[in-house]
């Protein structure tokens, strides 16, 4: 028998019948169903019994999976929740992909049961994340189809029955440590959004969250700790120093020979038709498994004994590669750090290469980057880019950032809105601060534009999702609204360039265009119908067509044209409305339809009286633009100019405040 399929059951009979009900309708024959029941109290083992399963006593999931696997007669095992539903041919691809990429244990995706967007793009985002990090943390999200060779689960001894939350997690890190572990690709299984429902989103995101960064630092949760309940009976809960026993033996090497001692177990176990040297290379995989990257040459700066009493850290700086604004507030920080600590720069495409020409230590990383069309965020395909490309960004980020962080031992993150910074922090317990303006929309209480609430909503869930509860939020801004959490919250004037304070400013004919996207064709198409001298950055060419001067990115070329323009048109980039109301140069913002961000700025441009706000452009908008252009610069010029140290003493308080001591 090729396949045992088995499922542990408490008080399941409206769901049951649909899982065996799509088992059997499988073309793929060579299996046998083993339900382990926990004494349910309505039909669920009178409808086993009515579809030839074979019974077993069951309990809590993990005792419930190894009471049938006890029994099993199949070459491969396959546990299920019985909530699940198998799509057509899910056991015939299952096996086919599972042997044919010569796996010891895997997962299979998940899509649900449930037409709802939300709820596909709360699945596909569950899959994303099992195959980025299968890899770096072979990871499953719930028992929705794992796979397994009998003999390795004999071997390993199968699921951890102490524990109460996450022993399908202890049971892939586990065994992929023994052989290959893989996200499935081809075979998806349905779902029930059951919990989804009943618990609500928020409350199962923490519940899942708190679980996954346990995992990915090595701890384990107990059910108790997430108020965790299967079925509808009590679970005794474990102490933590269990727990963390049960964390440490995750880590094992399993090379050392006492493994089979520790289990009882024998070679009897393995299957008489492998040959000795297959028989035992899950045994000594782990012995050697060594790293790609070799980072023994890597010279290492000494550090002083008493790490407590040296105020010299060493900072992980880590920095959105989207635009330039990021890149360009951050390296004035970092000149000033650099006075001081040791600082490590991470960032991606533009950014880095910015970064990478004016310090040392500066890594690269991968990014995510919003897709644009014709001015406007595309969400469907920045979520299908980020989806094809973050596996490999996801790979390289831990590759660079984790393996640098095990050698430089950082007392301090610091992210100016790079998520993988965030992670990292989690991942190595060291203390992190948010630098950026992007949370002003999650930390304050700002004015927006009522027709923009689905864009602000959106805007938050993003925010929050990608830095994930720092020591402190330092914000960068224009507009000052209150602070929501002034606790652990601090709002400065933006960071400006040194070399932008020394300009002196003039006034003549042209206007800057700068675009943080080369999508909108359509703004240049306008722009030729105007009877007006415009200077274009964000296109990245040199080139002149008719009253357009396109530039490719040059800080000398950027500076002298801005302080010669009469006005400035963008977006509503943050870096560029600063550095214009610096300038006292008058803005017209267009922000890209959809980036809240963007929107936030143009509108406060506007309500602040530096310049307009508009969704488009025409001839007519520009010319009452051109025309208020003195009343804005009359505004502007009560704006008073400020230097950068009151946040970069900010920022040194919480470097001594916050460093990790080791």
Known sequence: MKLSIIIPTYNEEKYLPSLLK???????????????????????VKIAEDYNCKIVQGGLPAV????????????????????????????????????????????????????????????????????AAENIKPHGAGCYGIVSKRYLHEIAGGFDERLTFGEDTDYIERLSKLEEFKVLRKPKICVSTRRLEEEGLYSLLKTYGKSTINDFRGKRTSAEELNYKFGHEPITALEKNDLDQIAEKSKMNIGKGTFHQKHNLKQKHLPTNLSDDKKFRSISKLKHNTPKHDYSAKPIKKESKNLKNNKRKRIFYSICGEGMG???????????????????????????????????????????????????????????????????????????LYKESQIVKPNLIISDFENYASMLSKLINVPMISLDNIHMITQTDYDYPKNHEMDMLVAKAVVKAYIIRPEKHILTSFFFPPLRHPEITAIYPPV??????????????????????????????????????????????????????????????????????????????FTMISEAIYLKKPVYSIPANGNFEQILNGYYVKKLGYGEFHNNFNNKLIRKFIKNIPKYRENLDKVKNTDNSAILNEVERDIQKFSKDY
């Open 64 to 131: 419930g999976r190894n009471n049938g696997a006890k029994i099993a007669k199949g070459e491969i095992l396959l546990f299920l929740d019985s909530d699940l539903r198998l799509t057509p041919n899910y056991l015939e691809d299952l096996v086919a992909e599972f042997e044919g990429e010569l796996l010891g244990i895997g997962i299979t995706q998940m899509t649900p049961m449930s037409e709802k967007h939300k709820d596909k793009f709360l699945h596909d985002l569950a899959n994303w994340f099992m195959i």
């Open 326 to 400: 990021h890149a360009i507030r951050s390296s004035v920080i970092i000149e000033e750090l650099i006075k001081h600590h040791d600082v490590y720069i991470f960032s991606s495409d533009r950014a880095y290469k910015y970064l990478n020409n004016k310090f040392d230590n500066v890594f690269e990383i991968g990014g995510f980057n919003t897709v644009y069309e014709n001015n406007t965020v595309k969400n469907k395909a920045t979520f299908l880019k980020a989806i094809k490309a973050n596996p490999t960004n996801l790979k390289e980020g831990y590759d660079v």
């Open 496 to 573: 400006i360039r040194e070399d932008i304070m020394k300009l002196k400013p003039e006034n003549k004919d042209h206007i800057v265009v700068y675009q943080t996207s080369d999508s909108n064709i359509e703004l240049m198409k306008n722009l030729k119908k105007v009877k007006e001298n415009f200077i274009v950055y964000g296109f990245n060419k040199d080139l002149v067509d008719g009253n357009l001067t396109y530039r490719s990115f040059n800080e000398d070329a950027i500076y002298e044209d801005m302080r010669t323009a009469k006005a400035i048109l963008t977006n509503g980039g």
């Open 22 to 44: 799509s088992i059997k309708s499988q073309n793929f024959e060579s299996y046998e169903i083993i339900v382990a029941d926990n004494d349910s109290n309505d039909n669920t």
